[in-house]
């Protein structure tokens, strides 16, 4: 293939910056200056009023490194990777049932696996609320199949056999938060895990059986590590969305289920102290990029 | 000649600006679009204020929500983006006139202002002397908002909610470090606004020991809580919960014994309101006794207006949990910006939370 048609971005600068510059300002003006603007924040002083003050200090992060803010932090890494570990478990699955449906099933499948994206996040996490309460539709529907037991006993005079129905206290609690993360986040995972379990050659799976694996040892052997790269991503993808979440935490959370997002979230509110709150931001920020960091560097290691 | 010229530009100048002066204001009014941009909590206007007030001047009222006044002060401080009447409470007031986020209003286009309750509360509240900056447009208290049917008793005071094993898992608080942490001091004897370190970790210490006996802290839906059976006590805003009482009659409301926090919200008009004169006549069509009776009327928070009461419901205006009796109210106290000590707020409600 030739490409004379490809010419180097120094001999025609005018046509790499026209292309260049509208992304490059995009990110300087929406992404690097904001950031800028938290990260110094997070070094000023703060007035009674929560007033900016021009002053440098380190006391914000000082603040957010005490051991009950490190805790918070690590409660909420334990939500985040609860939820990652059953999104990559549903969405690989998923992904797996998508990726060897028959082709005119497979757009359906994914529209059904996006379609989700459709709904506003706190419609989406409202309706748990709506599921698991105690008069929700999952108690009432336990309760109505806990009669319908009853009156069958009846029928063959063991009425009063089963004790009564209590109704299971489902929401407020951290599973109800993971629940509602799971169910947020899945998307992230099985969409690109789909594309890398879909690009893989089907000859290599073949060959795989043919030469006497079993399906489970051609999944696990031949399949994952192919696949890794893309679940891999997603499975970064769900974490730092998770773990930066306080939505969830505060519809459906009890007395103890903050998250280091809630509680970035109140400082930019209830406790009008942005200051504290961008140092506590940028400390969510460095784990992230630590992730991120980690994830390039076992890509690196693993030659593809 | 040049001389004489020069003077007679000057005089023509000088007259210009005099007679530009002149139609200056009148000038602006008519620049004014047909527009002003309502900033207000949920759930806290009548039904038919803005139709109204459509009606009667002309103007149009775009309306947009907030949850709460920590809501609208984050909105403000980066810059209005284009509100014209606000309502922050007493304490918010305090905030804002500090960030200088407040205009003063201009009385003499508020001729509504004669219907107020003469009431110092009312006409001159320590945090808006003068009401320099915003006129009283409801007030309310926070109480204990129950289910008839599963209280031994009714309510009293605090211990229902904040000392009460015997209701273990079926009580609600709010979710505002300063409300709750604040009744609870109200409880233990203390001031809402105490500034002192070890108080208010008294305060944290009585809710970190009755944790378990609280389901959730309800961000701003308690009264829903309460009203689809999820907790049977709540710590609510009085109207909300007698919004809900007024579909389900096994519901109650109590304002606590010990007294608790009290608050008045106020219309105000922010540093920078492109509509300046549509807001004055939107506050002031807010206390038109009519309209102003139509409010109170539907969402059942206390008015501001002498001149309304004779159009607002007889029961709620005998209702103690909207108008409490003023040795209760006495014992009352309005949250003030306490500065440097919010810190301490903070910082005891991430441990209630973390506990």
Redesign the interface.
């Known amino acids: 293939m030739r490409h004379d048609r490809l010419r180097s971005w120094r001999e025609d600068g005018a046509a790499f910056w026209a292309l260049t510059a509208p992304p490059v300002l995009w990110l300087v003006a929406f992404f690097v200056v904001p950031l800028a603007m938290v990260w110094l924040v997070s070094f000023a002083g703060?007035g009674?009023?929560?007033?900016v003050l021009p002053v440098a200090t380190l006391e914000n992060y000082a603040r957010a490194l005490e051991p009950?803010?490190l805790?918070?932090i690590a409660k909420s890494v334990a939500i985040a990777v609860a939820v990652t570990a059953i999104c990559v478990v549903i969405g690989v699955a998923m992904a797996l049932v998508i990726a060897f449906a028959p082709t005119r099933w497979k757009n359906p499948l994914l529209l059904l696996v996006m379609l989700p994206f459709w709904t506003n996040l706190l419609i989406r996490t409202y309706s748990w609320i709506a599921l698991l309460?105690?008069?929700g539709l999952v108690n009432l529907g336990s309760g109505w199949l806990h009669e319908a037991a009853d009156a069958l006993l009846g029928l063959v005079g063991l009425d009063g056999l089963m004790p009564a129905f209590q109704p299971v206290?489902l929401?407020?609690s951290t599973s109800a938060v993971i629940l509602s993360l799971i169910h947020i986040h899945l998307p992230f995972v099985v969409l690109p895990a789909y594309a890398a379990l879909e690009r893989i050659d089907r000859d290599c799976l073949e060959s795989s059986l043919d030469l006497g694996a079993t399906p489970a040892q051609t999944f696990r052997l031949v399949m994952l590590p192919m696949a890794m790269p893309g679940i891999a991503t997603g499975a970064l993808i769900a974490f730092i969305l998770a773990l930066g979440s306080f939505v969830a935490a505060?519809?459906l959370?009890?007395?103890?289920s903050?998250m280091i997002g809630?509680?970035i979230q109140?400082?930019?509110?209830?406790?009008?102290?942005w200051q504290?709150g961008a140092a506590l931001s940028f400390l969510l920020l460095y784990v992230t990029f630590a992730l991120v960091w980690l994830n390039a560097a076992r890509r690196a290691r693993v030659p593809s | 000649m040049i001389h004489a010229l020069i003077s007679r530009r000057g005089l023509l100048q000088s007259s210009a600006a005099l007679s530009i002066a002149a139609v200056l204001p009148r000038g602006l009014a008519a620049a004014e679009a047909k527009l002003v941009n309502v900033y207000n909590f949920d759930t806290y206007i009548g039904k038919t204020t803005r139709r109204t007030f459509t009606q009667a001047t002309g103007i149009r009222v775009k309306y947009d929500l907030y949850g709460?006044n920590?809501?609208l002060?984050?909105k403000l401080?980066a810059g209005n983006p284009g509100y014209d009447v606000i309502f922050p409470s007493d304490f918010m007031i305090g905030?804002m006139t500090?960030?200088d986020l407040l205009s003063p209003l201009d009385h003499a286009k508020l001729p509504n202002m004669r219907h107020l309750d003469p009431m110092p509360r009312v006409s001159n509240p320590p945090s808006n002397p003068g009401l320099k900056y915003g006129l009283p447009y409801q007030w309310g208290t926070i109480g204990i908002g129950y289910r008839k049917s599963k209280v031994k008793s009714v309510p009293v005071g605090w211990q229902a909610l904040f000392d009460n094993p015997a209701m273990s898992?079926r009580i609600a608080l709010l979710?505002?470090?300063?409300e709750v942490l604040g009744c609870a001091l109200k409880y233990l004897g203390r001031s809402v606004n105490s500034t002192a370190q070890d108080e208010i970790n008294l305060a944290r210490d009585l809710i970190v020991r009755n944790?378990r006996t609280?389901?959730?802290?309800a961000?701003d839906n308690g009264q829903d809580l309460l009203a689809?059976?999820?907790v049977d006590l709540v710590m609510e805003y009085n109207g909300d919960v007698l919004s809900v009482m007024q579909e389900n009659k096994g519901l109650g409301f109590v304002v606590p014994q010990e007294g608790t926090v009290l608050w008045t919200d106020f219309a105000c008009i922010p540093k920078g309101a492109p509509h300046p004169d549509n807001a004055h006549a939107f506050i002031n069509h807010l206390h038109d006794p009519k309209v102003n009776a139509e409010i109170a009327n539907t969402i059942h928070y206390a008015s501001t207006n002498a001149s309304a009461k004779q159009f607002i419901r007889a029961d709620d205006l005998q209702n103690p949990s909207i108008y409490p009796p003023a040795d209760l109210i006495a014992k009352c106290e309005i949250l003030q910006?306490v500065?440097?000590a919010?810190?301490l707020?903070?910082r005891a409600?991430?441990?209630?939370?973390?506990?």
């Open positions: 703060r009674p009023q929560g007033q009950i803010h805790l918070i309460r105690s008069e206290e929401l407020y505060d519809l959370g009890g007395t103890d903050i809630n509680l109140r400082q930019f509110t209830a406790s009008n102290d504290f | 709460s920590q809501e002060l984050a401080r905030t500090k960030l898992g979710s505002e470090p300063r944790k609280f389901k959730t802290f961000a689809n059976g999820e910006d500065g440097d919010l810190r707020y903070d409600w991430t441990e209630v939370q973390a506990a």
